[in-house]
């Protein structure tokens, strides 16, 4: 236990009409040819996030040589270890951990003094890394906090920082929230519209968006006015009622179903859907993984293409940004609360005819996720002469016999203790210390605990003894220690 993320349009019709003596030659098909209106992409991400963490650091007096934090960008590690002495040689003394990274760098804090000055130190050795691409940054002069950010996006980049430091003030968060998946829904309106079996409406994506593990399941589409679309059924291949829909390279290309089709009307609004915000989606398009693939520099745009047979066109700007997550972290330390109330517990005069009974009580309180355990240690009562009164074990009480033991209960026979109180969630009694009138001596037992956090809860620890009319005279005592561990 440490308690320590409008085009113009156009329309053009040509129509050749042959006449020869009385036959009217049939019409040639129009060609039709106009841009497409209201265009958009929305996307959950606009640029693969880079993974980020941070490191918060103490004062010098508070570290001490070859402790340790360990950096990974997914594919190198570097380890930074703390010269506090000033005595270090580069790369020597580092622990085991730090020998295994892809290099270890010496972070000379001997001269430093205050938690901001350390930090600087963190800062100026993490950006020293030769393999490990992982930017050390402080924001705000005089921090103490040093913001770490992967150079590259994606969830390669999402690896737990390690660290060795004792004092539990010294605070790793991440790396994580790394990410280039994104949702796309792309929305425009045709002017010309699509009815024929031979009508397909094309999307192309530009070099660098990976498209490999989307299927026609990844992706929705639906038209109609605007408010009103109607979902079309897709499938491998165009079919009865259901529009195909495939993937190849940068390009998803959707065809007319083969019979029985909802013709898409002119002025519909098409609305595709690709990723986990379509119905069955649960496959993303990999966006671009760093600014400047194929030839884009931070805020500039890269193109997305609707074409197709449809015969309408038009293209779509997506904008990039290095990221558009905001990483906001929040600190809740660890808390564990353990105050035992009382320090003497008087059993009184024990014969063979009575029982000595005596309690006293503690409050515990804990965040740890995983609770907290309630022990002691100890030896029964013990008189200066070393004699001694038996413990017991899971036993009721029973006058002119040695015993001696406890229990966190509400008890009738003794009448001693109390149950455990306050606001749920609470401590709750333990094993043989959980059952009223029932006492148990053990040394290192657990006799109180919780699987999660608890509120404050007040406990009664009841102590019985009795004695047989043989029992060796004397004052009979015992110190017993009582430990709150919290499992965070």
């Known amino acids: 236990m440490k308690i320590k993320s409008k085009f113009k349009l156009g329309l053009a019709i040509f129509m050749v009409v042959m006449v020869i003596g009385l036959t009217l030659a049939p019409l040639m098909k129009p060609a039709r040819a106009a841009s497409i209106t209201s265009a958009s992409d929305t996307m959950t991400s606009l640029h693969g996030n880079h993974a980020a963490g941070s490191i918060n650091a103490i004062p010098q007096a508070d570290m001490v040589d070859n402790e340790s934090v360990i950096i990974s960008d997914g594919t190198n590690t570097m380890c930074l270890y703390f010269d506090v002495s000033g005595t270090l040689a580069d790369a020597t003394g580092t622990s085991p951990a730090c020998q295994a990274a892809t ?80 949702d796309h829904e792309i929305q425009f309106t ?11 409406i094309t999307v192309t994506f530009p070099t660098g968006f990976d498209l490999t593990t989307i299927g026609f399941a990844d992706m929705d589409l639906s038209y109609g006015a605007t408010g009103t679309e109607t979902d079309a059924t897709l499938a491998a291949a165009p079919g009865a009622g259901a529009w195909g829909a495939t993937v190849s390279g940068q390009i998803i290309t959707f065809q007319y179903p083969s019979s029985g089709g909802t013709a898409v009307a002119a002025g519909d609004v098409v ?39 449809f015969g309408d066109s038009g293209q779509i700007a997506l904008g990039l940004t290095n990221d558009d997550q905001v990483y906001v972290e929040g600190r809740v330390n660890q808390q564990l609360e353990f105050d035992l109330n009382e320090n003497i517990c008087n059993l009184g005069e024990l014969t063979a005819s009575t029982t000595g009974v005596c309690s006293v009580t503690f409050n515990a309180s804990t965040n740890a996720s995983s609770g907290m355990v309630v022990s002691y240690s100890g030896t029964t009562l013990t008189n200066a002469a070393s004699d001694t009164i038996t413990a017991i074990s899971n036993t009721t009480s ?69 004695v047989a009319s043989l029992t060796e005279p004397g004052i009979y005592s015992t110190d017993l220690t009582f430990i709150a561990t919290g499992t965070f």
């Open 398 to 466: 029973t006058q002119g016999t040695e015993q001696f033991g406890l229990n966190l209960k509400a008890n009738t026979t003794p009448a001693i203790g109390a149950e455990i109180t306050g606001t749920a969630p609470i401590l709750a009694a333990a094993g043989n210390y959980a059952t009223a009138d029932t006492f148990d001596f053990v040394t290192g037992d657990t006799v109180a605990n919780s699987t999660a956090g608890i509120n404050d809860s007040l406990a009664t620890v009841s102590f019985m003894a009795n």
């Open 103 to 182: 290099e270890a760098i010496e972070v000379d804090i001997s001269a430093d003094t205050t938690a901001a000055q350390v930090a600087t130190s963190i800062e100026t050795q993490a950006n020293t890394a030769a393999t490990t691409t992982v930017t050390a940054e402080i924001h705000t002069t005089g921090d103490n906090r040093v913001q770490l950010t992967n150079d590259a996006a994606g969830t390669a980049g999402n690896v737990a920082i390690t660290e060795d430091v004792a004092d539990l003030d010294f605070i790793v968060v991440g790396m994580r929230g790394g990410n280039t998946a994104a």
């Open 190 to 200: 045709t002017p010309t519209g699509a009815a024929d079996t031979t009508d397909t």
């Open 271 to 309: 609305i595709i859907e690709i990723g986990t915000n379509a119905a069955s989606g649960t496959n993303q398009i990999v966006n671009l993984n760093s600014v400047g693939t194929a030839g884009a520099d931070e805020g500039d745009n890269q193109i997305l293409s609707i074409g197709g047979t």
